[in-house]
């Protein structure tokens, strides 16, 4: 018997949710976390969160071609800012994989973790979820950073 659209869709809904249980080491003790994977939604809208301090200017002439690539186009980067998004960026893909139908963690409840835990958590955040270095710029400055 085969299943239908909607058979499926449910299906894979169900396995995103799923968490896996992880173990960090920090100050030689050992902390369980459950995590669960991002979905492509929720990446998405950590891509926004990155990028939402970058301006990018593009000349479009009237035929409403974008300008040759002799012409320069223009990046407006507050390298500050941009920082400060990533890390919101790490922050929230944190707390939704810690997330699920029965807590939810916020950015903030991230932010007070002692230093060094959001990046140890991040790392199996980017397990879990399968992430790659072309998903999000936070990713992979983090995986080049290691």
């Known amino acids: 018997m ?7 869709i449910e299906q894979l809904i169900l396995g995103a949710t799923e968490s896996t249980k992880i173990t ?3 100050k030689d003790n ?3 976390f459950n995590l669960r994977p991002l979905t492509d939604g929720e990446l998405t809208k950590i891509r926004k969160i990155e990028y939402d301090s970058l301006n990018f200017k593009v000349k479009i002439d009237e035929d409403g071609n974008a300008g040759s690539s002799e012409q320069t186009q223009e990046a407006d980067v507050n390298t500050g800012e941009f920082t400060e998004k990533q890390t919101i960026a ?3 893909a944190i707390a939704w994989s810690l997330s699920n139908d029965e807590i939810t963690f916020t950015t903030e409840d991230i932010e007070r973790l002692p230093k060094g835990i959001p990046n140890l958590l991040f790392e199996k955040v980017i397990e879990v ?3 790659r270095s072309g998903d999000l710029t936070t990713v992979k400055n ?3 950073n290691e």
């Not at 085969?2 to 499926?8: A, I, Q, R, V, Y």
């Open 2 to 8: 085969s299943t239908t659209n909607f058979e499926t």
């Open 30 to 32: 050992d902390y369980d």
């Open 90 to 92: 790490k922050y929230t």
């Open 24 to 26: 960090i080491n920090y």
């Open 129 to 131: 979820s399968g992430l």
């Open 142 to 144: 983090f995986l080049n």
